[in-house]
T-cell receptor
């Protein structure tokens, strides 16, 4: 398994502002994903973070709202831009060494937008 | 498309009771199946997995069998403990998916165990 950390662990933000969430892994991984878990709901994939290329977004999610960086094989950031209360969620990153291997999750970032 | 249907919660049990959480799936290819657990205030942890039909995943007294004929992966535990109180998510990964490695999750089942 991999050891994954996320920063910040939680934050309270004002609407209209942006927050960047960091995901750090203790080993090199090919696959990194960003998920959203809205209150009382299941996990929804936002995008796949690809090293050296643009992220691949799922239907309903766009780069202008959720820009993602993946500068190397151990680190990624997700920015939640121009936030509204509807963005209040837990944001989780997950990693896998390859697409065939088990995915492991970070502890999550709990975001509340006022 | 791929999807996971999971038993609605919440589930409330007394300690030492038998637990079953139902999970069925739809997949276009040959999925791997997973159970993840989320303890209060924490992220998701992999509980167990099975990668092909008839495989049984097991961990911490929990087990689930990959049943291709019924497209199911039900989670069971013979005797639950208070410390098992958490949200349980069934998930699948489909090697035929257009998004490689993507996990499809069920809605989650909240389990509360009383002493």
């Amino acid at each position: 398994s991999a050891v994954i950390s996320q920063k910040p662990s939680r934050d309270i933000c004002q609407r209209g502002t942006s927050l960047t969430i960091q995901c750090q892994v203790d080993s090199q991984v090919t696959m990194m994903f960003w998920y959203r878990q809205q209150p009382g709901q299941s996990l929804t994939l936002i995008a796949t973070a690809n090293q050296g290329s643009e992220a691949t977004y799922e239907s309903g999610f766009v780069i202008d709202k959720f820009p993602i960086s993946r500068p190397n094989l151990t680190f990624s950031t997700l920015t939640v831009s121009n936030m509204s209360p509807e963005d209040s969620s837990i944001y989780l990153c997950s990693v896998a060494r390859t697409e065939k291997e088990t995915q492991y999750f970070g502890p999550g970032t709990r975001l509340l937008v006022l | 498309g791929d999807s996971v249907t999971q038993m609605e919660g919440p589930v409330t049990l007394s300690e030492e009771a038998f637990l079953t959480i139902n999970c069925t799936y739809t997949a276009t290819g040959y999925p791997s199946l997973f159970w993840y657990v989320q303890y209060p205030g924490e992220g998701l942890q992999l509980l167990l997995k099975a990668t092909k039909a008839d495989d049984k995943g097991s961990n911490k007294g929990f087990e689930a069998t990959y049943r291709k004929e019924t497209t199911s992966f039900h989670l069971e535990k013979g005797s639950v403990q208070v410390s098992d109180s958490a949200v349980y998510f069934c998930a699948l990964s489909d090697r035929a998916s257009s998004t490689l490695g993507r996990l499809y999750f069920g809605r989650g089942t909240q389990l509360t165990v009383w002493p």
